[in-house]
């Protein structure tokens, strides 16, 4: 311990002498219109020795720290000739470089130099206006990112799953199916780049336990207007979806006002799937199932933002979005048993209506201290979700000569309110050195009643066992610090957060109040000043506290032959994450590590106690679980037509249930590969493939699935219309599930509507007036995922 303080204060006592010997220089990287250029790699050479190294921001400015001189000067951006010139050093201001685009064009650039690049704590993708990023929505922008997965189980990064996604430093608060068809609705065509950050540091929460994603929209334009409309289809036999949406962006003098709206109406949504039950060492019993939903949604969302740039130092800033689903969920269900010969049949219709409201609003204040970057920020938001559901139940059951019906009905409320409100000072100094503090109150609630009632005697009667009111309530309040500096060819970051929490709920049945810290530290050695080999190593303490669905205690009714119940004696998830990464020229990168979990909450199939026929999904916490990475990045280009971009994600996962249990391994994989093709007359063809392995959960799975997607696109009228059709799994290729009990093995196989066969088709029409600008948007801190707050689907 003695050894590490010595060798921290030698560190601070470098970086303090670096800072005091050298006068902070400010310059601006720009291209030959005028257009700010973000990470700008620029470096200062006195002969050969490398004096000073920087990156530039949003708005194409660098500072770097270096005595007065005169030195040669590098400046790398993979979409722009390089510079290198000598200048003299005299002045603080070092004035505005200005780089020329590369003359072969973007589209041989993203192949040539990748648009993905590693930074100090993460992978930065810029997403060019290319044929490749073209009729793209977010989730398929996401597939490309750096070790990004994907699907309708949300955003997960090397392999942890519960990344929470932000855009424009606000968290979208939903997760799973809800986060996937949110990000469907923001195109490639508003996105400037996307930032994966696989592990988070201590300015974020500490749940952030999957690492974070970072969606920054594209620049817009200044007074004036610019905006896009853009209308999809989908269409196939299970799924008939139209999907408009529309952006508009205006800057006036000290206002900038951003508006977006879209909408989903599936005409069609069929989920088909067939379960069948292979019992252990038994030959005389038979049990099938099937079910068909058909999940019809209509849906809107708006959003409106407001800044409003008082002087060059303060902003204030509102956002308010609200959206609203209706979704009736029609569902026909038929079982077959056969047991000793007596066969036993059931046939049930659910119709489920559900809706749901959603309302958000933030307000941020931001006071900027220095040139150099340093700020004030104040920042509060509120959530308001209420969800009602309204659902009647039939069922007819045959056995033998024997014959009965069920009908009964529910009727449900949900009310999720979450506020946060977060002070941070950010403090930027000589030599390049930054160091932050915040503090931030969290407050999340939920407020459930769902009531159940069965038609008995000729009238309706209250299910006591299946009925249940459902309160808690969460404080969390935070503290955090974190420091950075350049040494020499080193990078270094640290940072360490207090989060203490109070869980309240069931009217004092649950009680819950703890304090705990989480350290983060990062250190990137750069083999050269240019950055183009770098190795990169991590670490971070994370927690992953049950969803308040998890505590629930009363039994939630899936059909009649399942149901889930909660586990209140759920502790929380604790995580270490280490992680190493090599990035070679930019693009190809190279990264390994764990995910080291503690108490991990896992859902557990089990037979009811009172009737073998009957399952139940409950969480339960296991002993330990860890996953070990390994993700490869890479782009080929094996001829002059053809781009290639590879993203290969590896996991070992270790699994104990108890702590007396052996370790269970598994081996999982997740791919994803593009191969693009320049075709006659400005046409593009892709072709995509997306691949995982089975995949794991308790004793239950989704197995092996390999998808093929295909698009071919062109640009209209200028450029200013862009189209695309394509069809999406070509071979209609099925998803199936596993679930193991100690009496039986379930197995499920169907087609699920979004991710079946179907052809899109996809319009946009690009409109502007005025100068280019950046975009301004309005910061948002609420970091608490709603994930926590959505009911468990199961696997049923």
């Not at 050093?89 to 200005?98: E, P």
């Not at 669905?549 to 995580?575: A, C, F, H, K």
């Amino acid at each position: 311990m003695r050894l590490l303080i010595k060798i921290g204060l030698i560190l601070l006592l470098l970086t303090l002498c670096h800072i005091l010997s050298a006068q902070n220089r400010i310059g601006y990287v720009t291209s030959s219109k005028g257009e700010p250029i973000e990470f700008a790699t620029i470096a200062f050479f006195n002969g050969d020795k490398p004096v000073a190294t920087a990156i530039s921001d949003s708005v194409g400015r660098f500072t770097l720290a270096m005595a007065d001189g005169r030195y040669h000067m590098k400046i790398r951006n993979l979409a722009y000739k390089p510079v290198d010139e000598d200048i003299t050093a005299s002045d603080q201001n070092l004035g505005v470089f200005k780089l020329t685009e590369t003359a072969i064009g973007l589209n041989e650039v993203v192949v040539k130099a990748s648009a993905i690049t590693r930074e100090a704590d993460r992978f930065v993708m810029r997403i060019d206006k290319t044929p490749a990023s073209l009729n793209k929505d977010a989730s398929e922008i996401l597939r490309l990112a750096p070790g990004v997965w994907v699907d309708e189980n949300g955003v997960s990064i090397n392999g942890a799953s519960g990344s929470k996604v932000f855009i424009n430093e606000r968290e979208i608060k939903l997760s799973g199916k809800d986060l996937y068809n949110y990000l469907r609705n923001i195109q490639s065509s508003n996105i400037a780049r996307v930032e994966v950050i696989p592990q988070a540091g201590a300015e974020y929460s500490a749940d952030t336990n999957g690492g974070v994603v970072k969606i920054i929209l594209r620049k817009q334009i200044e007074k004036g207007i610019n905006g896009n409309l853009v209308f999809n289809t989908l269409q196939g036999k299970y799924l008939g979806e139209y999907d408009p949406s529309g952006t508009l962006n205006v800057s006036l003098n000290k206002w900038t006002f951003d508006a977006s709206a879209s909408g989903n109406i599936t005409m069609k949504g069929k989920n088909e799937m067939a379960a069948t039950r292979a019992y252990h060492n038994d030959d005389n019993t038979y049990f099938k199932s099937q079910s068909l939903m058909n999940q019809k949604t209509r849906s809107g969302i708006g959003k409106i933002s407001a800044i409003y740039d008082a002087d060059k130092r303060n902003s204030l800033g509102a956002e308010i979005e609200y959206s609203k689903q209706s979704t009736p969920n029609p569902t026909s269900a038929n079982t077959l048993i056969i047991q000793n010969g007596l066969t036993a049949k059931g046939s049930s219709h659910y119709n489920q209506n559900e809706n749901a409201e959603n309302f958000n609003a933030l307000l941020n204040y931001i006071l900027k201290l220095d040139s150099l970057g340093s700020s004030l920020k104040v920042i509060t938001n509120y959530t308001k979700k209420k969800v009602t559901g309204k659902n009647d139940y039939n069922s007819y059951f045959t056995t033998g000569s024997f014959v009965s019906d069920s009908i009964y009905r529910s009727n449900s409320t949900s009310n999720y309110k979450i506020f946060t409100a977060d002070a941070m000072f950010n403090k930027a100094l000589h030599g390049g050195a930054k160091y932050s503090a915040g503090i931030k109150y969290t407050r999340n609630s939920i407020a459930d009643t769902v009531r159940y009632e069965s038609y008995s005697t000729s009238k309706w009667q209250t299910l006591p066992d299946y009925s249940f009111l459902l309160n808690y309530t969460e404080n969390i309040g935070a503290m955090y610090g974190t420091f950075a500096a350049n040494i020499r060819q080193f990078s270094l970051s640290g940072g360490l957060r207090g989060e203490y929490t109070s869980v309240d709920g069931q009217n004092g049945y649950i009680s819950r109040h703890y304090f705990d810290l989480f350290p983060s530290v990062n250190v990137t050695y750069s083999f050269d000043a240019m950055h183009t080999f770098m190795l990169i190593g991590q670490y971070s303490r994370n927690i992953e506290r049950p969803n308040f669905w998890y505590l629930n205690p009363n039994r939630v009714q899936y059909s009649d032959y399942s149901y889930m119940v909660g586990n209140p004696e759920l502790r929380p998830t604790y995580i270490n994450n280490l992680g190493i990464t090599a990035v070679y020229h930019y693009r190809y990168i190279l990264s390994f590590g764990g995910h080291l979990h503690h108490d991990l909450i896992r859902e557990v199939c089990k037979i009811d106690p009172t009737n073998p026929k009957i399952t139940y999904i409950t969480p339960e916490n296991h002993y330990s679980e860890n996953h070990y990475y390994i993700a490869l990045i890479f782009p080929l280009k094996p001829v002059e037509w053809c781009n290639v971009n590879a993203n290969l994600v590896g996991v070992k996962q270790d699994i104990r249930a108890t702590a007396n249990d052996p370790v269970m391994s598994h081996y999982l994989y997740f791919a994803n590969i593009t191969a693009g093709f320049k075709l006659p007359k400005k046409y593009y063809l892709e072709l995509t493939y997306s691949g995982t392995s089975r995949l794991y959960s308790a004793n239950s799975g989704i197995n092996q699935r390999q998808l093929f997607h295909a698009v071919v696109k062109k640009q209209l009228f200028g450029d200013r219309v862009s189209a695309a059709i394509g069809i999406n799994n070509i071979f209609d290729s099925k998803i199936s599930y596993f679930s193991n009990t100690p009496y039986f093995t379930i197995n499920s196989k169907g087609t699920e509507a979004q991710s079946s066969r179907y052809v899109k088709l996809s319009v946009q029409y690009n409109f502007k007036s005025g100068k280019s600008f950046k975009k301004r948007s309005v910061e948002n801190s609420s970091v608490e995922e709603k994930s926590r707050l959505e009911k468990s689907t199961g696997i049923k």
